[in-house]
Nanobody
Framework: VQLQASGGGLVQAGGSLRLSCAAPGSVFTGNTMGWHRQAPGTQREWVASIRGSGDTDYHPSVKDRFTISRDNAKNTVDLQMNSLKSEDAGVYYC?????????WGRGTQVTVSS
């Protein structure tokens, strides 16, 4: 399963970025997708996820600032990130869970300048 992530970049603290992840249509429908991130020298951490039903979950550090959504027509999942902080910086990886196994995209860099 190949996932294509895009939308990373450089943004000032307090700014916004929107990440997008495209999945093959054969696996997108009904499966949970989400995002993790990894800052230099840290472990990868879960950020947000969205089930096939549309139900969402967020890490407490991003709740009320990030919004995850899915477009079933385009087979994409987006992560709208607002009020970005320096601690949000890192490489963001999207994933999809298919029959209990997670598949990962290559990651997209998010840099937040103060």
């Amino acid at each position: 399963v190949q996932l294509q992530a895009s939308g990373g970049g450089l943004v000032q603290a307090g700014g916004s970025l929107r990440l997008s992840c495209a999945a093959p249509g054969s696996v997108f429908t009904g499966n949970t997708m989400g995002w993790h991130r990894q800052a230099p020298g840290t472990q990868r951490e879960w950020v947000a996820s969205i089930r096939g039903s549309g139900d969402t979950d967020y890490h407490p550090s991003v709740k009320d600032r990030f919004t995850i959504s899915r477009d079933n027509a385009k087979n994409t999942v987006d992560l709208q990130m607002n009020s970005l902080k320096s601690e949000d910086a890192g490489v963001y990886y999207c994933y999809i869970a298919v029959f209990g196994r997670q598949y990962w995209g290559r990651g997209t860099q998010v840099t937040v300048s103060s």
